[in-house]
């Protein structure tokens, strides 16, 4: 069973669609982070959420910290190709960090 | 992008060969990590380095040992390789851990075990 849940597994939408990820745990996080992977590369660290509630945005990417710091949402707006890649979330906690099994998203254009 | 090589990119070995996979950074972090991923699974930690000759294990460390003689290099040895540890290994660097912790990751190497 993983710590940190992803749903949905696999996501295939069209150009101009937006969509929302989630990150799910029942375990309280100190911070949480979301990585993208490409096929044949290492994951890339996009956003580090750290207080309840906190939303951050990076470009068309919203992130959404739970307020009970259990939980995380990754909304994009009008997705493109270049978005299609594997999201991973990643949760710090007692000075460990775990992730999730990802979500890989497709964009069709 | 962060220095971080990882050699070889891929390999095909047979049960029961020794295996040793190494990561060189160049950012002089102090923490470095190894991880496997596997479908369903995500990433998971097997050993981790928080200086030189400094180490622990992880979620999955049975099968593994590492050394880190230089703060640049740290490998990872599969003793005796079985199909189960067919994976792609992730090295990781970060120059903290805890709540600011940010890991920057290589580009991975394709491990087969037939």
């Known amino acids: 069973t993983q710590l940190l849940e992803q749903s949905p597994q696999f996501l295939s939408i069209q150009e101009g669609e937006n969509l929302t990820v989630y990150c799910n745990s029942s375990s309280v996080f100190s911070s949480l982070q979301w990585y993208r992977q490409e096929p044949g590369e290492g994951p890339v660290l996009l956003v580090t959420?750290?207080?309840?509630?906190e939303v951050k945005k990076l470009k068309r990417l919203t992130f959404q910290f739970g307020d009970a710091r259990k939980d995380s949402s990754l909304h994009i707006t009008a997705a493109q190709p270049g978005d299609t890649g594997l999201y991973l979330c990643a949760g710090a906690k007692n000075n460990d960090m775990r992730f999730g099994a990802g979500t890989r998203l497709t964009v069709k254009p | 992008d962060a220095g971080i090589t990882q050699s070889p990119r891929h390999k095909v070995t047979e049960t029961g060969t020794p295996v040793t996979l190494r990561c060189h950074q160049t950012?002089?972090?102090?923490?470095m990590y190894w991880y496997r991923q596997d479908p369903g699974h995500g990433l998971r930690l097997i050993h981790y380095s928080y200086g030189v000759k400094d180490t622990d294990k992880g979620e999955v460390s049975d099968g593994y040992s590492v050394s880190r003689s230089k703060t640049e290099d740290f490998l990872l040895t599969l003793e005796s390789a079985t199909s189960s540890q067919t994976s792609v290994y992730f090295c990781?660097?970060?120059?903290?851990?805890?709540?600011?912790?940010?890991?920057?990751f290589g580009s991975g190497t394709q491990l087969s075990v037939l």
């Open positions: 990781a660097i970060s120059p903290q851990k805890g709540i600011n912790e940010k890991l920057f």
């Open positions: 950012e002089n972090h102090r923490y």
């Open positions: 959420v750290v207080t309840g509630g």
